[in-house]
């Protein structure tokens, strides 16, 4: 007798799916819902595995992370507010690593944040503990850096001080602090990155096991690949590549879409008699894209910086400085004839946008470039969305552009967003109500490692809105545990197109599911975090099991 390859029992299920919001009882064969509950009455399975009656919901999905840089960052000097509180601290971790450090070789740090440290570290001090090793340490944001002098004599600057975008390389009474942002940030970056292969593949192996571990089925890397000078905020130019490889070698099981950054991408030359310019990438590219483990998402564009490193486009400046409404990394009329080359190649765009300045230039682009290739369903992506009033949200779900604001940066940033943004426009911080309550999909995501990875942090923040000081931003973008529990499963395979084989628990669909200790309805709000994840199953397979 025919028999499928596992039932799953003894579930408590929220499946995602209206049709059949709850099931006890999953069939799965060839790694694909086939059945539930009644449905498997009489079916034989090759393994049975009971799940004792815990909470399950379809597998947590990560639309936008860093997942080579998270597996850089867990090779790295750890240096985040939760592990790092003074700047003596962070200079004797520092030191400790230039010490154990062999040869000359770069020196890397990662997550320290100015505002809990009191200051940005300062490079006479860095030079003095770096034992002739480049250092380079970044900012919890990932748009800035700080560095000491010999990394910028590696990266071909022996007079820093001369570099006259002043904007992007701090100076203060004619000198350079070692403080770099944006685009001087990932070209620095991208000179620190030039490692060996295994060493690449072994810090993909770590975050896809460090991910696994907290629920993560699916993921989208935020920015793949950098261009063949390695300028770009990926890790190589042979980025998608690395991770064809590392699944070859089974060190990744989570089921990843590439967001290729768009310095990777490049003039192709004539396609057609009628396309005399064509532009797309290669980034190492080759056959192994079957399986549905691994694909090619949108082109990701930076328009501007990141709150905290006060680099952020805003109408309005920041508090306490004047003359400082943030970066803008492209000219608007510039911008817009890229992305609506993006659009004309077929492409879906995903805009980093963060102020509300840049958040209308990126729409004003998606307007024109609608408008000159009419395409249907493209859902291009606003990374970030980082604040809005009610007129741009409603423009946003009128373009049909698909907002993702993190709800992780709610508790381990929103202290810095009150400092900078002051009250009222904190309140409009990363909005998710606004959307949700208008009828729109947001996904759900991270930006890990600028903030933490586990789903339930960011879910909890969703929920309560609430900084580690206690402000509220905004009641009204609260949202319920349904509705960021959608978010980060049904949610973010809408945004990924992926809706009709993830998202839900339902028959046809990819058999990944996250099963935890405790069903988040059941919690109080601000206790979501400390949910465990007792499995995750991808394909149907146990790929994780918490001891």
Same mark, same amino acid.
């Given at each position: 007798?025919?028999?499928?390859?596992?039932?799953?029992? +003894?579930?408590?299920?929220?499946?995602?799916?209206?049709?059949?919001?709850?099931?006890?009882?999953?069939?799965?064969?060839?790694?694909?819902?086939?059945?539930?509950?009644?449905?498997?009455?009489?079916?034989?399975?090759?393994?049975?595995?009971?799940?004792?009656?815990?909470? /399950?919901?379809?597998?947590?999905?990560?639309?936008?992370?860093?997942?080579?840089?998270?597996?850089? +960052?867990? +090779?790295?000097?750890?240096?985040?507010?939760?592990?790092?509180?003074?700047?003596?601290?962070?200079?004797?971790?520092?030191?400790?690593?230039?010490?154990?450090?062999?040869?000359?070789?770069?020196?890397?740090?990662?997550?320290?944040?100015?505002?809990?440290?009191?200051?940005?570290?300062?490079?006479?001090?860095?030079?003095?503990?770096?034992?002739?090793?480049?250092?380079?340490?970044?900012?919890?944001?990932?748009?800035?850096?700080?560095?000491?002098?010999?990394?910028?004599?590696?990266?071909?600057?022996?007079?820093?001080?001369?570099?006259?975008?002043?904007?992007?390389?701090?100076?203060?009474?004619?000198?350079?602090?070692?403080?770099?942002?944006?685009?001087?940030?990932?070209?620095?970056?991208?000179?620190?990155?030039?490692?060996?292969?295994?060493?690449?593949?072994?810090?993909?192996?770590?975050?896809?096991?460090?991910?696994?571990?907290?629920?993560?089925?699916?993921?989208?890397?935020?920015?793949?690949?950098?261009?063949?000078?390695?300028?770009?905020?990926?890790?190589?130019?042979?980025?998608?590549?690395?991770?064809?490889?590392?699944?070859?070698?089974?060190?990744?099981?989570?089921?990843?879409?590439?967001?290729?950054?768009?310095?990777?991408? $490049?003039?192709?030359?004539?396609?057609?008699?009628?396309?005399?310019?064509?532009?797309?990438?290669?980034?190492?590219?080759?056959?192994?894209?079957?399986?549905?483990?691994?694909?090619?998402?949108?082109?990701? /564009?930076?328009?501007?910086?990141?709150?905290?490193?006060?680099?952020?486009?805003?109408?309005?400046?920041?508090?306490?400085?004047?003359?400082?409404?943030?970066?803008?990394?492209?000219?608007?009329?510039?911008?817009?004839?890229?992305?609506?080359?993006?659009?004309?190649?077929?492409?879906?765009?995903?805009?980093?946008?963060?102020?509300?300045?840049?958040?209308?230039?990126?729409?004003?682009?998606?307007?024109?470039?609608?408008?000159?290739?009419?395409?249907?369903?493209?859902?291009?992506?606003?990374? $970030?969305?980082?604040?809005?009033?009610?007129?741009?949200?409603?423009?946003?779900?009128?373009?049909?552009?698909?907002? +993702?604001?993190?709800?992780?940066?709610?508790?381990?940033?929103?202290?810095?967003?009150?400092?900078?943004?002051?009250?009222?426009?904190?309140?409009?911080?990363?909005?998710?109500?606004?959307?949700?309550?208008?009828?729109?999909?947001?996904?759900?995501?991270?930006?890990?490692?600028?903030?933490?990875?586990?789903?339930?942090?960011?879910?909890?923040?969703?929920?309560?809105?609430?900084?580690?000081?206690?402000?509220?931003?905004?009641?009204?973008?609260?949202?319920? /545990?349904?509705?960021?529990?959608?978010?980060?499963?049904?949610?973010?395979?809408?945004?990924?197109?992926?809706?009709?084989?993830?998202?839900?628990?339902?028959?046809?669909?990819?058999?990944?599911?996250? /099963?935890?200790?405790?069903?988040?309805?059941?919690?109080?709000?601000?206790?979501?975090?400390?949910?465990?994840?007792?499995?995750?199953?991808?394909?149907?397979?146990?790929?994780?099991?918490?001891?």
């Amino acid at each position: 007798m025919f028999a499928i390859d596992t039932i799953f029992e +003894n579930a408590c299920v929220q499946t995602m799916d209206p049709a059949h919001p709850t099931a006890t009882t999953i069939g799965v064969h060839h790694g694909r819902i086939v059945a539930l509950d009644e449905e498997l009455d009489g079916v034989e399975a090759k393994e049975h595995i009971d799940l004792q009656g815990r909470y /399950v919901c379809p597998g947590f999905n990560d639309v936008h992370l860093h997942f080579s840089l998270l597996g850089a +960052n867990l +090779n790295q000097v750890d240096l985040r507010k939760q592990t790092t509180g003074t700047l003596d601290e962070l200079y004797r971790k520092v030191e400790s690593a230039c010490e154990s450090a062999p040869g000359e070789g770069w020196v890397l740090g990662w997550g320290f944040d100015q505002f809990s440290l009191g200051a940005f570290p300062d490079i006479e001090r860095l030079d003095s503990i770096s034992h002739g090793h480049p250092l380079l340490i970044l900012h919890l944001s990932n748009h800035a850096a700080v560095v000491n002098t010999e990394a910028f004599r590696r990266a071909g600057f022996e007079r820093p001080e001369e570099i006259e975008d002043t904007d992007l390389v701090i100076q203060e009474h004619g000198k350079v602090t070692g403080l770099v942002k944006d685009k001087f940030c990932f070209m620095l970056t991208g000179v620190a990155n030039r490692v060996p292969e295994e060493t690449l593949l072994h810090q993909l192996r770590l975050a896809g096991e460090h991910t696994l571990a907290l629920g993560i089925t699916s993921f989208t890397d935020g920015g793949t690949g950098t261009d063949h000078n390695w300028e770009g905020i990926g890790q190589t130019p042979d980025d998608i590549g690395l991770f064809q490889s590392a699944y070859d070698r089974g060190l990744i099981h989570q089921r990843g879409t590439m967001m290729p950054y768009y310095s990777a991408l $490049h003039d192709l030359g004539q396609l057609t008699g009628d396309i005399t310019e064509g532009f797309g990438l290669d980034l190492g590219i080759r056959s192994g894209f079957e399986g549905g483990l691994l694909d090619i998402g949108p082109a990701k /564009v930076i328009l501007d910086g990141a709150f905290n490193s006060l680099s952020a486009l805003l109408s309005e400046p920041y508090l306490g400085h004047p003359e400082n409404h943030g970066v803008l990394s492209w000219d608007p009329e510039e911008f817009k004839h890229h992305v609506a080359t993006l659009q004309r190649e077929g492409w879906r765009v995903a805009v980093h946008a963060i102020g509300d300045r840049a958040i209308n230039i990126a729409l004003d682009a998606f307007e024109y470039a609608q408008a000159k290739y009419p395409r249907k369903d493209a859902r291009h992506r606003l990374e $970030h969305c980082g604040i809005a009033d009610d007129a741009t949200v409603e423009r946003i779900i009128a373009d049909g552009i698909i907002p +993702n604001p993190q709800g992780s940066f709610i508790k381990n940033n929103g202290d810095a967003y009150v400092e900078l943004l002051g009250e009222e426009r904190a309140r409009r911080a990363y909005r998710m109500g606004a959307f949700v309550n208008r009828g729109a999909l947001i996904p759900g995501s991270t930006d890990a490692p600028c903030a933490p990875v586990d789903p339930l942090t960011s879910i909890e923040g969703m929920v309560t809105r609430l900084t580690a000081k206690g402000f509220l931003l905004g009641e009204q973008e609260r949202l319920s /545990v349904d509705d960021a529990l959608k978010a980060y499963t049904y949610g973010s395979a809408y945004a990924s197109h992926k809706e009709d084989v993830l998202g839900s628990v339902s028959p046809g669909k990819f058999a990944d599911f996250a /099963v935890l200790d405790e069903d988040p309805h059941r919690v109080e709000p601000g206790a979501l975090h400390e949910i465990a994840v007792m499995q995750t199953i991808i394909g149907g397979v146990v790929r994780y099991t918490r001891s």
